[in-house]
């Protein structure tokens, strides 16, 4: 199934309130200017962290040399601990609930890395939703499904905009965030989307990058300050405001640049916090 079917339901207009431009206090400020900006360049994404992604889906071609192919940034396994690892992750994720059958959200699909195994892991019962905020990977995501009927069958590429997610109530069983929620512009709505449509037993597995030079041995010094916004206490801070509990935070001994948090879904009349700001 692809996005020239039906759409999937989504919430009302105004159900969720809209994130208001994050502001800094005094003491925020200062560890900003005097913490910060000695790793960091203001300049690095003037046009917003998005901007080199928000493409027309007439530049799939172009963003597929970049960083598709097999060669890639997103999939070469020399340059990627991700991709690298990409077996031990999917076997993460068989033990947290992707199996046959199920219904995987893999949110920030980029390029399709692991498009044709979760596919093929939730079988022909199965579904996969494929979410991007992106044209061109949505057309690059079209053409890989394309190429197997399996995958074709049981795969819905989603574009959706960056403060929703297209996807109908408590259909997933699992939700897949890897290397994508440094790139949310408004990660706790974002989050809050994802748990309206996870199942009540559902999980929530996100994968994300240590802010600390020494564990990012891949990219040159600097870069973790520069690309990532904050820190995993943060990150998790703004998963669980949004109405999740942490499960667990398992390791694979080869994957060294980046953690990993599994939450689960609160109940639904759970209260969660107040609106974030947008994330700068």
């Known amino acids: 199934m692809t996005t020239e079917d039906a759409p999937a339901a989504t919430p009302a207009a105004g159900s969720e309130p809209k994130e208001e431009p994050k502001t ?23 046009d917003g962290v998005n901007s080199v992604f928000l493409k027309p889906k007439e530049e799939a071609d172009r963003l597929e040399e970049v960083y598709g192919k097999g060669q890639g940034i997103f999939e070469n ?26 219904t ?26 494929a979410s991007e905020i992106s044209e061109a990977f949505a057309e690059l995501l079209r053409r890989k499904a394309a190429q197997d009927e399996l995958v074709k069958s049981v795969t819905e590429i989603i574009v959706s905009p960056e403060d929703s997610l297209s996807i109908a109530d408590g259909v997933a069983d699992v939700v897949f965030i890897c ?3 440094h790139h949310l512009t408004y ?13 009540p037993e559902g999980k929530l597995v996100m994968i994300d990058f240590h802010r600390d030079d020494e564990k990012i041995w891949r990219k040159p010094k600097g870069w973790a300050y520069q690309h990532l916004r904050a820190d995993q206490d943060t990150f998790r801070s703004e998963i669980l405001s949004a109405g999740f509990t942490l499960v667990e ?4 001994d080869t994957l060294t640049e980046n953690y990993i948090m599994i939450f689960s879904p609160n109940p639904p009349d759970a209260e969660t916090s107040a609106p974030e700001a947008k994330s700068a």
């Open 24 to 46: 800094f206090s005094t003491e925020e400020l200062f560890v900003v200017v005097v913490v910060v900006l000695p790793f960091c360049s203001v300049q690095m994404f003037p």
């Open 77 to 102: 396994p020399e340059g990627r601990d991700i991709a690298m690892n990409a077996e031990k992750i999917k076997a993460l994720l068989a033990a947290n609930g992707l199996k046959e059958g199920a």
């Open 104 to 129: 995987i959200v893999d949110l920030g699909a980029g390029t399709g890395l692991f498009l044709s195994s979760f596919a093929h892991m939730v079988g022909s019962e199965g579904k996969l939703y």
């Open 179 to 181: 290397d994508v929620y």
């Open 187 to 199: 990660p706790v709505t974002v989050m809050r989307h994802v748990r309206r449509i996870l199942k």
């Open 249 to 252: 935070e398992p390791e694979i």
